[in-house]
């Protein structure tokens, strides 16, 4: 059982990555986003990860009152076609006044898995990338990107495709979603227009260096984010030798944000409720489709 964390105060959150429609959710989907509701999270941007689900992340986000982005994810990338591309052109295009409709995304690169790293899909992830940044721009819409390893190489490619120029430093409207780089590329990814987004993952005592960020780096750049069922926070990890003794690894989702955002809220000193009153503010500027 998901374990729910209550405070006394009524604080709203919006969780700003969350896969309600992964089927982990199917047959609970309508519970989960309840759960959410009881504990204040007023509203969850859920991203597509392939032309497959474009039509569900679209249909949950009007049945639950929440928003969508549409993309193709980088672990998609192998199994898409080049036709795909165009197909989330005509979606992009088809769906322009759809209020629910926020951004382009989940995009981005992965140098984590072995076989991504080389020929031919490193090359393919590029490729999707770029794509994928020039119909955001065509279409006017903030992106929602995956970092994983990759940060310098996504920030080469927002460059090079650039956005609205402020100055001579071309800027976007976007999250750098679960960001855990460092904290010269958070600052590159912030001058570049973005927000960053934090999780379960800085509820880990290890994870020191993004601690580290999640305490100092600005409060206006931080956005927060489940990755429901993905990036589950440290309470409902199990290792594998606890699922070997049988052990259920709990599942992510948005109803933890709350208990996620108490965790952040003490590493910076502040209360839950100015830190869900700051990264409400920050989603909105990095998605200001929340807004309509």
Known sequence: MTEIWYFPLMINW???????DAAEFLSDTQAVRARATAQQVAHCVIPAVAVAN????????????????????????AQAQDADLATLDAHL?????????????????????????????RERQAYFYKAQLKLARKHDLPVILHVRR??????????????KQVGNVPQWHGIAHAFNGSEQQAHAFIALGFKLGF???????RALQLRRLAATLPLDVIVMETDAPD?????????????????????????????????????????PQALAAATTRNAFAALPGLQR
């Open 14 to 20: 919006i969780d700003t990555h969350c896969h309600l």
């Open 54 to 77: 474009f039509d569900a992340v679209r249909q949950i986000a009007h049945a639950q009152g929440d928003s969508y982005a549409l993309g193709i994810h980088p672990l998609c990338v």
């Open 150 to 163: 990759s940060a310098d190489q996504l920030l080469k490619g927002l460059r090079e495709v650039g956005c």
């Open 199 to 205: 999780g379960g993952a800085l509820t880990y005592t």
């Open 93 to 121: 295009l088809r769906y322009r006044d759809d209020p629910r409709l926020v951004a382009v995304g989940e995009i981005g690169l992965d140098f984590f898995v072995p076989a991504l790293c080389v020929s031919p899909l």
């Open 231 to 271: 990036m589950p926070p440290h309470w409902l990890y199990k290792t594998a030798e606890q699922r070997a003794a049988g052990e259920l690894q709990g599942r992510n989702e948005p109803a933890e944000l709350p208990r996620i955002g108490a965790e952040l809220a003490a590493l910076r000193g502040i209360t």
